[in-house]
């Protein structure tokens, strides 16, 4: 069945490093692609998506492209901020008549100033 | 603010009793809500989908006499995890489709910590 691979962590980095989460898919069909935030005492919150190949997610200062050839969504900021610690996770739609969502792990990231 | 509440936050109970967890839509209202359950360290798996006014669908794996599921109205999901052992402390979190987009996002609630002791 499908699936997300994404890599473990905790990710630590200094505030304003570079920030790379990778993700890989397994999936029979063409699905949407999103990463999640979890931050500290709060729900999942959508962070970015991609619904087809070679679209590009961003949203606050995050970006993520749809890479068909190589079943990858990795999750990337050029400048991270302390307000970034969170925990992201990485996860497919099957899409059609459902809507279930197929989790990764989640990588906790941890920012230090 | 938040569009998905549950309660409670976290409960403890004993092994043999029954625990409800609610899951609200504070924004939307949705005919799918999606309950998931998440074990240290992996990933959020799916059990159930709960669809207001109709039997939830679940999982394959999922027992579903043991997490009941009822989505009485547009805004409240409820799990019911019955005759509770050790095994099934864990965390629930719940999301919501809201009946106003077609691009299938969801809004998740903050989750609820179970320890059966």
């Known amino acids: 069945g499908d699936s997300v691979t994404q890599m473990e962590g905790p990710v630590t980095l200094s505030e304003e490093a570079f920030l790379t989460i990778n993700c890989t898919y397994t999936a029979t069909g063409y699905p949407s692609l999103f990463w999640y935030v979890q931050y500290p005492g709060e729900g999942l919150q959508l962070l970015l998506k991609?619904?087809?190949?070679?679209d590009k997610g961003s949203n606050k200062g995050f970006e993520a492209t749809y890479r068909k050839e190589t079943t990858s969504f990795h999750l990337e900021k050029g400048s991270v901020q302390v307000s970034d610690s969170a925990v992201y996770f990485c996860?497919?739609?099957?899409?059609?008549?459902?809507?279930?969502?197929?989790f990764g792990t989640g990588t906790l990231l941890a920012v230090q100033p | 603010g938040a569009v998905v509440s549950q309660h409670p936050s976290r409960v403890i109970c004993k092994s043999g009793t029954s625990v409800k967890i609610e899951c609200r839509s504070l924004d939307f209202q949705a005919t799918t809500m999606f309950w998931y359950r998440q074990f240290p360290k992996q990933s959020l798996m799916l059990m159930a989908t709960?669809?207001?006014?109709?039997?939830?669908?679940?999982e394959q794996g999922v027992e579903k006499d043991k997490f009941l599921i009822n989505h009485a109205s547009l805004t409240l999901s409820t799990l019911t995890v019955t005759s509770a052992h050790p095994e099934d402390s864990s965390f629930y979190i719940c999301?919501?489709?809201?009946?106003?987009?077609?691009?299938?996002?969801?809004?998740f609630g903050p989750g609820t910590r179970l320890t059966v002791t």
């Open positions: 991609a619904t087809k190949a070679d």
């Open positions: 999301s919501v489709e809201p009946l106003r987009t077609g691009s299938y996002e969801q809004y």
């Open positions: 709960s669809n207001e006014g109709s039997k939830a669908t679940y």
């Open positions: 996860a497919l739609s099957e899409g059609g008549a459902t809507n279930k969502l197929i």
